[in-house]
């Protein structure tokens, strides 16, 4: 299984920024597909996710309303589309996935199996 995270670079505040994640290897239907982020020097935290089938969506609280994750089954991609970004945006972000009945949040990354290998976003100020 692998996870391929495209997308990230160097973004104005204020601007946008559109992730991709290309999962393979294995059916993800039954699946939560989730953002997470690792700023410098601080732990890795949740961004959102979704569940492949049907398309629910969570969010953190300091991403809600300028963040936007979507699957398109089509193209079998996972996308994390960022808008109004602000400095503390700036951070690795890793797509990864997770069986939707496992135990467990879906916001905690120690219940995600599968990872990404992370992509850079900075947001200049």
């Known amino acids: 299984v692998q996870l391929q995270a495209s997308g990230g670079g160097l973004v104005q505040a204020g601007g946008s920024l559109r992730l991709s994640c290309a999962p393979s290897g294995r059916t993800f239907s039954n699946y939560y597909m989730g953002w997470f982020r690792q700023a410098p020097g601080k732990e890795r935290e949740f961004v959102a996710t979704i569940k492949w089938s049907g398309g629910s969506t969570y969010y953190s609280d300091s991403v809600k309303g300028r963040f936007t994750v979507s699957r398109d089954g089509a193209k079998n991609m996972v996308y994390l589309q960022m808008s109004s970004l602000k400095s503390e945006d700036t951070a690795v972000y890793y797509c990864?996935?997770?069986?939707?009945?496992?135990?467990?949040?879906?916001?905690?990354?120690?219940?995600?199996?599968?990872w990404g290998q992370g992509t850079l976003v900075t947001v200049s100020s």
């Open positions: 990864a996935a997770r069986p939707i009945y496992y135990g467990g949040s879906y916001a905690e990354d120690i219940n995600y199996t599968y």
